[in-house]
């Protein structure tokens, strides 16, 4: 009987390191570099919002895809541009999991890009002096994975739809089907804050319905473990403006007698912060406690800090919260553009006649948007300011000593899922299981997505699952994916789809 026992024992063991081993990673690996051609395709494709002609044929591109992949689709038609939704039903009794993406890009500098067409695909590798490029018979063998792919969107966000579409095609070459019904949400406006997405889930609420949504959009975690995100930031804009003299003015005529409305703004642009960066406007952090539980989920995340103030050669950083992750928790009132008069060669001698400030609300979810936004103009008040909501008419700039223009809109609210909920758990078990580590768990993500009104809408749980480079260069010249970013991507898709839900 021991005997037995012993072998038995032996035949686990020898059978533990074939368990841990990534299942997919060879046939990601495999079918990955064989898409790469009809990646390249894709990217080809500018994909400018503001752009509609060059939209259709990305929806047509996308259209194609999911054809041959046996999804039945649709255009949810809104005042804006379209979005395609696509459905796949292996089952009527199994949940339905939706997958958000969008396949807009921002526009593009042809001034700034290192090769001569954003919009055609280069291969390179990193060097001593940058990036250099390299032939694409390069993408074979092992030593790949640090190679980059530049092009707009490589990264935000065509790479995770390519990524999601090959770990398809490869369970549809296998003959094996996803473990759960699959309905893709395509956005084309993203980068325009997806103006046609609040009306689109109003009008087709039942058509959108999920028991879970991921979100295949954003970065992992700058130490490369897998990653998830369980809410993201909202976002809500202002301009503020100052007036001076009707027309810019002669320095040297009227300087120490004109107003200088770039002094103005200046001062109350200065005055809603203090020394360390936090926002002195009353009432503007208000609900939000870190309790010792979501402390727990904060400290979990490996520390950025040191490698963020590398990157960005910062030496003294705001200090709202105690580290990066912490800062996240907390809405933030940042200065985005200034413009007045002018600068460099183009500068003159002038009092300029007004001052513009763009900025920014991050939203968290416990902030009400409005009364962020009324705080500030509140703030503003109280500086002596008259605070319109147009420009000044003469009778206006006569009766009024210091007169401010605000105009502010909700682009879209804050979300975030429990990390201890039911999906977050789902998810964190098929990644650690997986790549045999434990996932980044993300509480709160810098950036904003708006797909928020699905959620807030729907009720549906949303949890992000990058899968891209940190240093990717999204919205900026020189987008890029690593190499084996994308791959690992296909492998994380594979992962999830074949675990039942």
């Known amino acids: 009987?021991?005997?037995?026992?012993?072998?038995?024992?032996?035949?686990?063991?020898?059978?533990?390191?074939?368990?841990?081993?990534?299942?997919?990673?060879?046939?990601?690996?495999?079918?990955?570099?064989?898409?790469?051609?009809?990646?390249?395709?894709?990217?080809?494709?500018?994909?400018?919002?503001?752009?509609?002609?060059?939209?259709?044929?990305?929806?047509?591109?996308?259209?194609?895809?999911?054809?041959?992949?046996?999804?039945?689709?649709?255009?949810?038609?809104?005042?804006?541009l379209p979005l395609l939704l696509a459905n796949k039903i292996v089952h009527k009794k199994l949940p339905t999991l939706a997958f958000y993406m969008h396949l807009d890009g921002q526009a593009v500098d042809l001034s700034k890009w290192d090769q001569e067409n954003p919009y055609k695909a280069e291969l390179k590798q990193k060097t001593g002096k940058g990036f250099e490029s390299l032939p694409w018979d390069a993408l074979q063998g092992e030593a790949i994975d640090d190679l980059r792919i530049f092009a707009r969107s490589s990264a935000d966000d065509k790479g995770p739809f390519v990524m999601f579409l090959t770990a398809l095609d490869h369970l549809k070459n296998i003959n094996k089907k996803p473990a759960f019904n699959i309905k893709l949400i395509l956005d084309f406006e993203e980068e325009q804050s997806s103006p046609g997405l609040p009306e689109a889930v109003r009008k087709f609420k039942e058509e959108l319905v999920a028991d879970l949504l991921l979100i295949l959009d954003g970065p992992m975690h700058s130490s490369g473990l897998p990653t998830l995100v369980f809410g993201n930031r909202g976002i809500a804009t202002l301009t503020l403006t100052t007036f001076g003299p009707l027309t810019s003015q002669h320095s040297g005529h009227y300087g120490n007698y004109l107003p200088n409305p770039a002094l103005a703004l200046s001062k109350v642009l200065a005055s809603m912060k203090d020394e360390v960066g936090k926002v002195v406007i009353p009432n503007f952090y208000d609900g939000i406690t870190l309790d010792e539980t979501v402390r727990k989920v904060l400290e979990g995340v490996p520390t950025e800090d040191a490698a963020i103030k590398k990157r960005?050669?910062?030496?003294?950083?705001?200090?709202?919260?105690?580290?990066?992750?912490?800062?996240?928790?907390?809405?933030?009132?940042?200065?985005?553009?200034?413009?007045?008069?002018?600068?460099?060669?183009?500068?003159?001698?002038?009092?300029?006649?007004?001052?513009?400030?763009?900025m920014d609300i991050r939203l968290?979810?416990?902030?009400?948007?409005?009364?962020?936004?009324?705080?500030?103009?509140?703030?503003?008040?109280?500086?002596?300011?008259?605070?319109?909501?147009?420009?000044?008419?003469?009778?206006?700039?006569?009766?009024?000593?210091?007169?401010?223009?605000?105009?502010?809109?909700?682009?879209?609210?804050?979300?975030?899922?429990?990390?201890?909920?039911?999906?977050?758990?789902?998810?964190?078990?098929?990644?650690?299981?997986?790549?045999?580590?434990?996932?980044?768990?993300?509480?709160?993500?810098?950036?904003?997505?708006?797909?928020?009104?699905?959620?807030?809408?729907?009720?549906?749980?949303?949890?992000?699952?990058?899968?891209?480079?940190?240093?990717?260069?999204?919205?900026?010249?020189?987008?890029?994916?690593?190499?084996?970013?994308?791959?690992?991507?296909?492998?994380?898709?594979?992962?999830?789809?074949?675990?039942?839900?």
């Open 1 to 80: 009987m021991k005997k037995h026992y012993y072998l038995i024992v032996i035949f686990l063991i020898g059978l533990s390191p074939i368990r841990a081993q990534r299942v997919y990673k060879n046939a990601a690996r495999e079918l990955g570099v064989e898409q790469i051609a009809e990646f390249k395709a894709f990217l080809s494709l500018p994909n400018d919002a503001s752009q509609t002609e060059q939209i259709e044929a990305n929806i047509n591109w996308a259209e194609q895809q999911l054809s041959s992949l046996g999804f039945n689709f649709k255009r949810l038609n809104t005042a804006h």
């Open 312 to 358: 960005t050669q910062t030496r003294l950083n705001d200090q709202v919260g105690n580290n990066y992750q912490e800062s996240l928790q907390y809405p933030s009132l940042n200065i985005r553009g200034m413009q007045s008069g002018w600068v460099g060669e183009a500068a003159r001698t002038i009092i300029p006649a007004s001052a513009t400030a763009e």
């Open 364 to 501: 968290v979810l416990e902030s009400k948007p409005e009364s962020l936004i009324a705080g500030v103009k509140k703030h503003i008040q109280n500086l002596g300011f008259t605070v319109l909501d147009h420009v000044p008419s003469e009778k206006e700039r006569m009766q009024y000593d210091k007169i401010l223009q605000m105009n502010a809109k909700v682009s879209y609210p804050a979300f975030r899922t429990n990390t201890q909920a039911k999906e977050g758990q789902w998810l964190t078990k098929i990644l650690k299981d997986y790549y045999q580590s434990e996932p980044v768990i993300i509480r709160t993500s810098g950036g904003s997505v708006p797909i928020s009104p699905f959620v807030s809408e729907l009720g549906v749980p949303a949890i992000g699952v990058p899968t891209v480079n940190l240093d990717n260069n999204q919205h900026s010249p020189n987008e890029n994916l690593r190499v084996g970013n994308y791959l690992m991507g296909i492998e994380t898709f594979l992962a999830i789809l074949t675990t039942a839900f």
